[in-house]
């Protein structure tokens, strides 16, 4: 099923829906609708007015709480601007009332609702620290509607769900089908997070099946969060316990009229409510303040209900809830949970199978025989010790690999280490490296290899005697057998025809036609190069770099220049024949910078002048592509036509192509991109060039793209221990077999991602190995092995893999799995088979690793509860689900990115980090908490900035304070602020400097340049800022965050039943 795809007719968000007197709508479809408590919620995601989220008169609301919460009042922070001041309900985001509204912040404990006590199954890990006290969930879920009705009929045996066809699918989204119609509209399961995972007791099978407590099933271990929540609609207070674990069923409920007592097996009270709860006006909007009358676009109150907008009268049978998005995971929460539990202390990875900080953490990584996560990040640091148990978890088993990441300064580079004409010490059989999980045996003379248990001699110059635990007595002063990453220098064997590799060269060619010329593109490249140049990477501690340069310019025919020290001028040779390519001249075309500096600039002067009165609008790809290459090997052959076949020669080359297009229409960016794709290069695109907007961009990334540091004629291995093994690749690169990735190029932010599958059992005593060797020149010339080590646990219970899984890796591989799937598959089924996946995998946990519990519940895995969330975005991104404005070259554009982005990249570009600026103190040094991606979150009066490594938005709100407008954009009015604008003015105040410092610091964060964009409020421009809002629905018809929550659960229960 199409998650995302267009809905049949069901009524609209803003309509009244079936079965819900009160929107005095008596049938749909031509069927007789039932009768229902009254609801007063409208638009889930439209510009409905009147969207309220008020809770019932006397029922409080405790929200995400580090703490119990004491029965007394909370004020908001002194300073704190009210947020979330409007609902998706209101009209483009205006205030609801002339009161601020203030929403409380989500640690801070208020309200007086008891908390039932809570105990859970015992988590061996817990990645993300100690688990939360038993208030943080909201009582919000207690009391959600599941069945749309009273139930008219006796509900399926095992299933806590009215008759599955009470009620139109919970989105427009999402066809109306099975047991998921059974969701009110904008409704969810309930879910909790119990015994590391989300869990809530069973609907109580004595009542009408209409709500769920949430507390996590009954067993020892710490306390985790509990739920608890208004009456059930139609139960009186004999009724069971909302926070009663593992409630024993009774059988099947009868249909009774709505607002009939109810009784049900004895147990502790639920939470009394009084009809007016001290300490906070009645909730809107996700904010405090006045609540409001009766909206519009409503029929009249369902007689003897009270109104919300009025006086609290006598306790009355509750409305359905929509579901509260504070009750459901955030990422937000997450993320600040990781910082706070693991960012003080060193992440050590001297323990093997250890999970790692959030990518989003700043932690500090001290080596001690494990590969940083910097270079290597798994989906599971514990795997199945079988493959039928990995077949049934579902769960992939992958590694993302980035062998040249760049450290932090705090990080030493890994050692060198040089083991002279011999070479490094390597196992006979597997070929595997000297590492520190090899076992020295026979008082050290021989080996036992980790990986393939082949027995090898130690060469004598090696031999070291052993202490009396079995280690060499120099472990500690050999990086080799004491660290997870260090390089060897490579010996003669190790290069190309037995000879060692030339330095580097960088070849730049340029386009001279007629639009390039034009647009001021040649004369801003030219002038750029000049100082570039002297930026060219250098190895450690080199005074000038090694790396040559030559200079190309192109239209229908090829330039080569002459820019030898001797000569006074530069010389120009012209290729007309691109049929058959080569290069008119060897000498004095690869030159030094620093002894060609004079005629280099004499030639960047006059590249500009030459072609200034150019008409020639046609260019050239491909022979440009194979003239850099023939320049390379300086070897004549015939041009072979096809990109696969020109890639291919490129790599054999060690000739890698980094790509900087700028198109004004259709380019065909798929094509275009293979050679880069292939050879390990990096593909840039600016549409639409305009030398006074874009200039900025397109020289950061070039001086970036110029100045970093690359491994080039590179081949990667990756070896396992017996029992599993490499079987599939993702990333920019070239294989020729199946077991060597070739990077013609490397540079510190491409990642290779590596899947694994069982060949044999594993064994939990000795756990799994992986090993990656990369074999690169370096940019002074010199061969290298970069070798990283990583030691895995293997499990036999299913619990164990659940509770090491790292869901941003996870996540990663997916998106760059459903990538290449769009190649060679409709999207339908890529998409479907991604949802498949996900509910198989929470599935299996909910079947061998949860409590006992009904059906009604969600329940999901610690480490695994962001899944959902991240994989929605995923499904809804622009390659998946593109919109309308979507061209075919922007989708191909971000499917080679994606390729090989690391997990950090993916993460911030698939759930992107919004940021309030108004709300931190001026004077803070700190980046503002980022808050959740949705425009629920948003308010008027507040400026935001939104980043996902490509794109870098600052949304501002109609209401902001003039004082505010004034020191950003040195305008005196909201209406004076230019939309689009993509620079800052420079302005001498705290918050000026503050905002422009945080862009820097954010670009500073990112491989890429990202371009600002200045969006106000109710612009045009804002259909695209809120195209980023992933929590939200999307314009392309993808589903919000909830709606997804709900279609996957109907996904789990349909596997489980």
Same mark, same amino acid.
């Given at each position: 099923?199409?998650?995302?795809?267009?809905?049949?007719?069901?009524?609209?968000?803003?309509?009244?829906?079936?079965?819900?007197?009160?929107?005095?709508?008596?049938?749909?479809?031509?069927?007789?609708?039932?009768?229902?408590?009254?609801?007063?919620?409208?638009?889930?995601?439209?510009?409905?007015?009147?969207?309220?989220?008020?809770?019932?008169?006397?029922?409080?609301?405790?929200?995400?709480?580090?703490?119990?919460?004491?029965?007394?009042?909370?004020?908001?922070?002194?300073?704190?601007?009210?947020?979330?001041?409007?609902?998706?309900?209101?009209?483009?985001?205006?205030?609801?009332?002339?009161?601020?509204?203030?929403?409380?912040?989500?640690?801070?404990?208020?309200?007086?609702?008891?908390?039932?006590?809570?105990?859970?199954?015992?988590?061996?890990?817990?990645?993300?620290?100690?688990?939360?006290?038993?208030?943080?969930?909201?009582?919000?879920?207690?009391?959600?509607?599941?069945?749309?009705?009273?139930?008219?009929?006796?509900?399926?045996?095992?299933?806590?769900?009215?008759?599955?066809?009470?009620?139109?699918?919970?989105?427009?989204?999402?066809?109306?089908?099975?047991?998921?119609?059974?969701?009110?509209?904008?409704?969810?399961?309930?879910?909790?997070?119990?015994?590391?995972?989300?869990?809530?007791?069973?609907?109580?099978?004595?009542?009408?099946?209409?709500?769920?407590?949430?507390?996590?099933?009954?067993?020892?271990?710490?306390?985790?969060?509990?739920?608890?929540?208004?009456?059930?609609?139609?139960?009186?207070?004999?009724?069971?316990?909302?926070?009663?674990?593992?409630?024993?069923? /009774? $059988?099947? #409920?009868? &249909?009774?009229?709505? @607002? *009939? =007592?109810?009784?049900? %097996?004895?147990?502790? !009270? +639920?939470?009394?409510?009084?009809?007016?709860?001290?300490?906070?006006?009645?909730?809107?909007?996700?904010?405090?303040?006045?609540?409001?009358?009766?909206?519009?676009?409503?029929? /009249? $109150?369902? #007689?003897? &209900?009270?109104?919300? @907008? *009025? =006086?609290?009268?006598? %306790?009355?049978?509750? !409305? +359905?809830?929509?579901?509260?998005?504070?009750?459901?995971?955030?990422?937000?929460?997450?993320?600040?949970?990781?910082?706070?539990?693991?960012?003080?202390?060193?992440?050590?990875?001297?323990?093997?199978?250890?999970?790692?900080?959030?990518?989003?953490?700043?932690?500090?990584?001290?080596?001690?025989?494990?590969?940083?996560?910097?270079?290597?990040?798994?989906?599971?640091?514990?795997?199945?010790?079988?493959?039928?148990?990995?077949?049934?978890?579902?769960?992939?088993?992958?590694?993302?690999?980035?062998?040249?990441?760049?450290?932090?300064?705090?990080?030493?580079?890994?050692?060198?280490?040089?083991?002279?004409?011999?070479?490094?010490?390597?196992?006979?059989?597997?070929?595997?490296?000297?590492?520190?999980?090899?076992?020295?045996?026979?008082?050290?003379?021989?080996?036992?290899?980790?990986?393939?248990?082949?027995?090898?001699?130690?060469?004598?110059?090696?031999?070291?005697?052993?202490?009396?635990?079995?280690?060499?007595?120099?472990?500690?002063?050999?990086?080799?057998?004491?660290?997870?990453?260090?390089?060897?220098?490579?010996?003669?064997?190790?290069?190309?025809?037995?000879?060692?590799?030339?330095?580097?060269?960088?070849?730049?060619?340029?386009?001279?036609?007629?639009?390039?010329?034009?647009?001021?593109?040649?004369?801003?490249?030219?002038?750029?190069?000049?100082?570039?140049?002297?930026?060219?990477?250098?190895?450690?501690?080199?005074?000038?770099?090694?790396?040559?340069?030559?200079?190309?310019?192109?239209?229908?025919?090829?330039?080569?220049?002459?820019?030898?020290?001797?000569?006074?001028?530069?010389?120009?040779?012209?290729?007309?024949?691109?049929?058959?390519?080569?290069?008119?001249?060897?000498?004095?075309?690869?030159?030094?910078?620093?002894?060609?500096?004079?005629?280099?600039?004499?030639?960047?002067?006059?590249?500009?002048?030459?072609?200034?009165?150019?008409?020639?609008?046609?260019?050239?790809?491909?022979?440009?592509?194979?003239?850099?290459?023939?320049?390379?090997?300086?070897?004549?052959?015939?041009?072979?036509?096809?990109?696969?076949?020109?890639?291919?020669?490129?790599?054999?080359?060690?000739?890698?192509?980094?790509?900087?297009?700028?198109?004004?229409?259709?380019?065909?960016?798929?094509?275009?991109?293979?050679?880069?794709?292939?050879?390990?290069?990096?593909?840039?695109?600016?549409?639409?060039?305009?030398?006074?907007?874009?200039?900025?961009?397109?020289?950061?990334?070039?001086?970036?793209?110029?100045?970093?540091?690359?491994?080039?004629?590179?081949?990667?291995?990756?070896?396992?221990?017996?029992?599993?093994?490499?079987?599939?690749?993702?990333?920019?690169?070239?294989?020729?077999?199946?077991?060597?990735?070739?990077?013609?190029?490397?540079?510190?932010?491409?990642?290779?991602?590596?899947?694994?599958?069982?060949?044999?059992?594993?064994?939990?005593?000795?756990?799994?190995?992986?090993?990656?060797?990369?074999?690169?020149?370096?940019?002074?010339?010199?061969?290298?092995?970069?070798?990283?080590?990583?030691?895995?646990?293997?499990?036999?219970?299913?619990?164990?893999?659940?509770?090491?899984?790292?869901?941003?890796?996870?996540?990663?591989?997916?998106?760059?799995?459903?990538?290449?799937?769009?190649?060679?598959?409709?999207?339908?089924?890529?998409?479907?088979?991604?949802?498949?996946?996900?509910?198989?995998?929470?599935?299996?946990?909910?079947?061998?690793?949860?409590?006992?519990?009904?059906?009604?519940?969600?329940?999901?895995?610690?480490?695994?509860?962001?899944?959902?969330?991240?994989?929605?975005?995923?499904?809804?991104?622009?390659?998946?689900?593109?919109?309308?404005?979507?061209?075919?070259?922007?989708?191909?554009?971000?499917?080679?990115?994606?390729?090989?982005?690391?997990?950090?990249?993916?993460?911030?570009?698939?759930?992107?980090?919004?940021?309030?600026?108004?709300?931190?103190?001026?004077?803070?040094?700190?980046?503002?908490?980022?808050?959740?991606?949705?425009?629920?979150?948003?308010?008027?009066?507040?400026?935001?900035?939104?980043?996902?490594?490509?794109?870098?938005?600052?949304?501002?709100?109609?209401?902001?304070?003039?004082?505010?407008?004034?020191?950003?954009?040195?305008?005196?009015?909201?209406?004076?602020?230019?939309?689009?604008?993509?620079?800052?003015?420079?302005?001498?105040?705290?918050?000026?400097?503050?905002?422009?410092?945080?862009?820097?610091?954010?670009?500073?964060?990112?491989?890429?340049?990202?371009?600002?964009?200045?969006?106000?409020?109710?612009?045009?421009?804002?259909?695209?800022?809120?195209?980023?809002?992933?929590?939200?629905?999307?314009?392309?018809?993808?589903?919000?965050?909830?709606?997804?929550?709900?279609?996957?659960?109907?996904?789990?229960?349909?596997?489980?039943?």
């Amino acid at each position: 099923m199409n998650v995302n795809q267009s809905a049949p007719p069901v009524p609209p968000f803003g309509q009244p829906q079936p079965v819900y007197p009160g929107y005095h709508q008596s049938s749909y479809g031509g069927q007789p609708g039932s009768t229902a408590p009254p609801t007063s919620y409208g638009a889930y995601n439209g510009p409905v007015p009147g969207y309220q989220q008020t809770p019932p008169p006397g029922v409080s609301r405790a929200p995400p709480s580090s703490e119990a919460p004491p029965a007394s009042t909370a004020q908001a922070p002194c300073g704190q601007a009210a947020y979330g001041q409007f609902g998706q309900g209101d009209v483009q985001n205006g205030p609801s009332s002339t009161v601020q509204m203030q929403r409380f912040p989500g640690s801070q404990p208020f309200g007086s609702v008891p908390l039932a006590p809570v105990v859970s199954q015992p988590a061996v890990l817990q990645p993300f620290g100690p688990p939360p006290t038993s208030a943080q969930v909201t009582g919000q879920l207690a009391g959600m509607q599941i069945s749309g009705a009273v139930a008219p009929a006796l509900p399926p045996v095992g299933l806590g769900y009215g008759p599955p066809t009470s009620l139109a699918s919970a989105s427009g989204s999402f066809p109306n089908s099975g047991l998921y119609g059974s969701y009110p509209q904008g409704q969810a399961p309930p879910l909790s997070q119990g015994q590391g995972h989300l869990g809530a007791q069973p609907p109580q099978r004595s009542a009408p099946p209409q709500a769920s407590s949430f507390t996590s099933p009954a067993s020892g271990g710490p306390r985790m969060p509990s739920m608890t929540g208004p009456l059930l609609p139609g139960q009186g207070f004999g009724g069971p316990s909302v926070s009663q674990p593992n409630h024993v069923s /009774s $059988p099947p #409920p009868q &249909a009774l009229p709505p @607002g *009939s =007592q109810m009784t049900g %097996p004895p147990g502790p !009270p +639920p939470p009394m409510h009084s009809s007016q709860q001290p300490g906070y006006q009645l909730q809107q909007n996700g904010s405090f303040g006045p609540a409001r009358g009766p909206q519009p676009n409503y029929g /009249s $109150p369902y #007689p003897g &209900a009270s109104t919300f @907008g *009025s =006086q609290p009268g006598p %306790p009355q049978p509750l !409305p +359905p809830k929509r579901l509260d998005p504070d009750a459901i995971p955030s990422p937000i929460q997450v993320i600040e949970d990781d910082r706070n539990n693991r960012g003080s202390e060193p992440f050590v990875t001297g323990v093997r199978g250890q999970v790692p900080p959030l990518v989003t953490t700043n932690f500090l990584v001290k080596d001690q025989g494990n590969a940083s996560p910097r270079y290597i990040r798994c989906t599971s640091y514990n795997i199945p010790c079988t493959s039928d148990m990995a077949k049934q978890a579902q769960v992939p088993l992958a590694a993302v690999i980035k062998p040249l990441a760049r450290l932090p300064p705090e990080e030493a580079s890994p050692y060198v280490v040089d083991h002279g004409e011999s070479g490094p010490l390597r196992c006979n059989r597997c070929k595997a490296y000297m590492c520190p999980f090899m076992q020295f045996i026979e008082g050290g003379r021989r080996f036992q290899c980790c990986f393939c248990s082949c027995i090898n001699d130690v060469p004598p110059q090696y031999f070291q005697h052993l202490d009396h635990t079995g280690k060499r007595v120099d472990a500690y002063d050999r990086p080799e057998l004491s660290l997870g990453s260090y390089e060897f220098l490579a010996t003669v064997d190790y290069c190309k025809n037995n000879k060692f590799p030339s330095p580097p060269a960088f070849i730049f060619m340029i386009d001279v036609s007629y639009n390039a010329i034009r647009s001021g593109l040649v004369r801003l490249l030219c002038e750029e190069l000049k100082s570039l140049l002297d930026f060219l990477p250098r190895e450690g501690g080199a005074e000038e770099s090694a790396i040559r340069v030559g200079f190309v310019t192109y239209n229908k025919v090829l330039h080569f220049y002459n820019v030898k020290s001797s000569l006074a001028q530069p010389q120009m040779m012209v290729v007309s024949d691109v049929a058959d390519m080569f290069v008119p001249l060897l000498d004095g075309f690869l030159v030094n910078v620093s002894e060609s500096r004079a005629v280099i600039t004499s030639l960047l002067d006059q590249i500009p002048e030459m072609f200034a009165d150019t008409r020639e609008t046609e260019t050239v790809f491909a022979p440009v592509i194979q003239a850099g290459m023939e320049a390379l090997k300086t070897l004549f052959q015939p041009q072979t036509g096809a990109y696969q076949t020109l890639a291919k020669e490129c790599v054999a080359q060690g000739c890698c192509v980094d790509l900087f297009l700028f198109p004004n229409q259709y380019v065909d960016v798929a094509t275009l991109s293979v050679v880069p794709q292939l050879t390990g290069g990096s593909v840039y695109k600016y549409a639409c060039f305009q030398v006074e907007n874009d200039q900025e961009r397109f020289l950061s990334d070039l001086r970036r793209d110029v100045q970093k540091v690359v491994g080039f004629d590179a081949v990667m291995r990756v070896r396992t221990s017996t029992g599993i093994r490499a079987v599939d690749f993702f990333g920019a690169f070239y294989m020729s077999n199946t077991t060597d990735v070739e990077l013609a190029g490397l540079d510190g932010d491409k990642t290779v991602t590596v899947e694994f599958k069982h060949d044999d059992r594993l064994n939990e005593e000795s756990g799994a190995l992986l090993q990656c060797a990369l074999l690169y020149t370096s940019c002074a010339g010199q061969r290298r092995l970069r070798i990283h080590n990583l030691a895995l646990n293997c499990c036999t219970q299913l619990a164990d893999l659940y509770r090491n899984c790292e869901t941003d890796t996870l996540i990663n591989y997916m998106a760059k799995f459903a990538y290449r799937g769009v190649l060679n598959s409709p999207v339908k089924t890529v998409r479907d088979t991604l949802i498949t996946q996900c509910a198989q995998i929470l599935a299996c946990y909910r079947k061998n690793c949860a409590s006992p519990s009904s059906a009604g519940q969600l329940i999901l895995p610690e480490c695994m509860k962001l899944l959902p969330v991240y994989l929605n975005c995923v499904l809804k991104s622009d390659v998946l689900q593109p919109g309308a404005e979507v061209t075919t070259d922007d989708r191909a554009y971000v499917r080679q990115l994606v390729t090989s982005m690391d997990v950090a990249e993916t993460n911030v570009f698939f759930y992107p980090r919004l940021l309030p600026l108004t709300k931190s103190p001026i004077e803070s040094a700190t980046e503002p908490p980022a808050v959740r991606a949705s425009e629920e979150r948003l308010s008027n009066g507040d400026i935001y900035l939104l980043e996902n490594g490509l794109n870098l938005f600052l949304w501002v709100g109609a209401s902001v304070q003039q004082g505010v407008v004034q020191s950003l954009f040195s305008v005196s009015s909201f209406s004076q602020i230019t939309s689009g604008l993509s620079v800052l003015p420079v302005l001498d105040n705290p918050l000026s400097k503050k905002v422009r410092g945080l862009i820097d610091s954010l670009r500073a964060q990112r491989s890429r340049y990202m371009k600002l964009i200045v969006v106000k409020q109710e612009d045009k421009l804002e259909m695209l800022f809120k195209h980023f809002l992933v929590e939200d629905k999307s314009l392309s018809g993808g589903a919000s965050y909830v709606d997804f929550l709900c279609h996957m659960h109907k996904e789990i229960r349909q596997l489980l039943s």
